[in-house]
């Protein structure tokens, strides 16, 4: 059964602290995506990866950075968490192959205080 | 530009058909993928059409028509546990590996 999994499924943070979300797949999948997910808004890309230790921004990369130094693992980083921060975070994974779908993991629910 | 667009919100019956349509305008059209999301739970996979024509699995079917740069996914025998929020996205080759774009979802309530 394949599986992403992410560190926490709820997160609070103060403002200005430095976040870590983690995420792991164990399909040996190529590619990892960082979403973020607000109402109305729909999900958005932040940062994906289709290699190890290769990064490309999304669509909304302000604010975010990521590290990819194991095939399986991929990381989120909020250099100074904000408010605007506040968000469900989603990761999730997939083969290179055009028509491969997106498996996600269960979600990071982040409140930044 | 990218856009995709889907209704917000629609409602149906159980045991009736409805249909979810999705319109979107592109660059680098690489397929386009339904996803099932449940409140409070991350999108499961539903469809992927890459070509023209329908794709039938079960009670979902999904449509595509590149040329009209439009979807539908049709649920039939709705049940209740049918409602859910229902997510279109253009695959999109972006340069490095192939990315979703995703539309804001259709939440589809089921009532009795």
């Known amino acids: 059964d394949v599986k992403v999994t992410q560190s926490s499924r709820y997160l609070v943070k103060r403002t200005g602290e430095k976040v870590f979300l983690e995420c792991v797949q164990d399909m040996d999948h190529e590619n990892m995506f960082w979403y973020r997910q607000d109402p109305g808004l729909g999900l958005r890309l932040i940062y994906f990866?289709?290699?190890?230790?290769?990064?490309e921004k999304g669509d909304i990369p302000e604010g975010y950075s990521v590290s990819r130094e194991k095939k399986e693992r991929f990381s989120l980083i909020l250099e100074s968490a904000s408010t605007n921060q506040t968000s469900m975070y989603l990761c999730a994974s997939s083969t290179g192959l055009a028509g491969g779908e997106q498996y996600f993991g269960p979600g990071t629910r982040l409140t930044v205080t | 530009g990218q856009n995709i667009d889907q209704p917000t919100e629609m409602t149906a019956t159980e045991g009736a058909i409805v249909q979810i349509n999705c319109t979107y305008q592109t660059s680098g059209f690489n397929g386009l993928f339904w996803y099932q999301q449940h409140a409070g739970e991350a999108p499961t996979f539903l469809s992927y059409n890459v070509l023209d024509g329908l794709e039938e699995k079960g009670r979902f079917s999904s449509f595509l028509s590149r040329s009209k740069g439009y979807s539908y996914l049709l649920l039939k025998e709705l049940q209740m546990k049918d409602s859910a929020s229902y997510l279109c996205a253009v695959s999109n080759y972006g340069g490095a590996t192939n990315k979703l774009i995703f539309g804001t979802g259709t939440l589809l309530a089921v009532q009795p």
């Open positions: 990866s289709y290699d190890v230790k290769m990064k």
